[in-house]
């Protein structure tokens, strides 16, 4: 059972940083890609980043190319989002997920998802 736990969540002032950590477990994820989403109120659940977990492959929003990066660190099976220059835009709901095979944008293809961590930036 796969199992995503997000933490680092927080209140920000805009051009503040935070980093965002997700821990996963069940299984290994060699072929597998994680990725971060975000859903702020009332709108849809956006992709954000994504990794090839043993590759290294990674895809970029562009409404965040530039700001934040994608990391995983495998001897502890996380995943991390570091977030940069933060602007009251970010402000959501951000969710780890994790599907087998490439990377995707949708994220109906992703079939585990943790239970999320709250950004909040302040102007």
């Known amino acids: 059972q796969v199992q995503l736990v997000e933490s680092g969540g927080g209140l920000v002032q805009a051009g503040g940083s935070l980093r965002l950590s997700c821990a996963a477990s069940g299984r290994t994820f060699s072929d597998w890609s994680v990725g971060w989403f975000r859903q702020a109120p009332g709108k849809e659940r956006e992709f954000v980043l994504a990794i090839s977990w043993s590759g290294g492959a990674t895809s970029v929003a562009n409404s965040v190319k530039g700001r934040f990066t994608i990391s995983r660190d495998n001897a502890k099976n996380t995943l991390y989002l570091q977030m940069n220059s933060l602007k009251p835009e970010d402000t959501a709901i951000y969710y780890c997920?994790?599907?087998?095979?490439?990377?995707?944008?949708?994220?109906?293809?992703?079939?585990?998802w943790g239970q999320g961590t709250q950004v909040t930036v302040s102007a």
């Open positions: 997920a994790a599907r087998y095979g490439l990377i995707y944008l949708s994220p109906v293809q992703y079939n585990y």
